[in-house]
């Protein structure tokens, strides 16, 4: 059992045809990921790796029957590229492009969710990982073995970190929902699915200084949430008043900071680490009693 992503998923690539595109896609098919297809307008006909490339996604959904979208596209045909894929209604979209201006990014989730088709994943974000079973987007598939943990992160690299200290137990799925001020997939749609799938026991959150996602999240976890869950916030040692890596990590006064997050989640029963080892041996703990 997974999330969103499963041994089924079948997976098109809008951009395959580029450097990215192309790079990840052979990464992701020698992880034993189903991609069927691609997309790039006016290059239908054309192959990668025998891998057939499509006008549209709706061309491609067609001829293959994806149900999946990994979206490799430059910035400014970001917008265009997703919209399409919503019109196509495919139920997973994971956008991977960095740089998307937010108000493209307010404009496509709005429409996706006005259509109710089609989940977004990102935009820049690394992707969804089913270690062993699937991979849509550009986590290293060799670093972690399935498992039974859930693991959610705004920042690409501190997944990544995270599976590679808890390899030996291993992951039901990883999502990296993207660090941008505005998202598709939040921390609270992870926590849920998590909550619901009977193969997940544990669950990872990871988040980092600015906005109030995580503020929100804990709130969910105190209301809904029965399995057990060790956060950690990338930023406690960030100078104050300054905006740090991702455009969503703004702090402003004692709001978004990382010791107001730990706060919040620590008053909801979350243990939370200092750093991402001490965060990982935390779930070492729970999984080894359990």
Not at 95 to 101: A, L, N, S, W
Request: charged share 15%.
């Amino acid at each position: 059992m997974t999330i969103w992503l499963n041994a089924d998923s079948k997976i098109i690539v809008q951009g395959m045809t580029g450097s990215e595109g192309t790079k990840h896609t052979r990464r992701m098919v020698a992880s034993g990921a189903q991609v069927v297809g691609g997309v790039t307008p006016g290059k239908a006909g054309q192959e990668v790796d025998g891998i057939p490339v499509f006008n549209s996604v709706q061309d491609a959904m067609a001829a293959t029957g994806a149900n999946v979208t990994v979206v490799f596209v430059p910035p400014k045909f970001a917008k265009g590229a997703v919209l399409e894929a919503v019109d196509a209604q495919i139920p997973l979209a994971v956008v991977i492009t960095e740089g998307i201006p937010v108000h493209d990014t307010a404009q496509f989730f709005q429409y996706s969710q006005n259509s109710g088709a089609t989940r977004i994943i990102g935009p820049n974000c690394p992707g969804i990982i089913s270690p062993g079973v699937s991979n849509a987007g550009i986590i290293p598939a060799d670093i972690a073995k399935a498992g039974r943990i859930g693991l959610v992160s705004k920042s690409g690299t501190l997944t990544y970190q995270m599976m590679y200290e808890l390899r030996d137990i291993g992951f039901s799925t990883c999502v990296g929902i993207g660090g941008d001020p505005i998202i598709g997939t939040t921390h609270i749609d992870c926590l849920q699915a998590f909550e619901d799938d009977p193969e997940t026991d544990a669950i990872v959150m990871i988040g980092e200084i600015g906005g109030d996602a995580e503020e929100r999240a804990a709130a969910y976890i105190g209301a809904n949430i029965t399995k057990p869950v060790v956060g950690y916030v990338a930023g406690f040692t960030a100078p104050e008043g300054k905006t740090m890596g991702h455009a969503g990590a703004i702090v402003s006064g004692s709001a978004g900071t990382a010791a107001a997050k730990q706060a919040a989640l620590e008053a909801v029963g979350v243990k939370v680490g200092k750093t991402p080892s001490a965060t990982a041996r935390l779930m070492r703990e729970i999984m080894t009693q359990s």
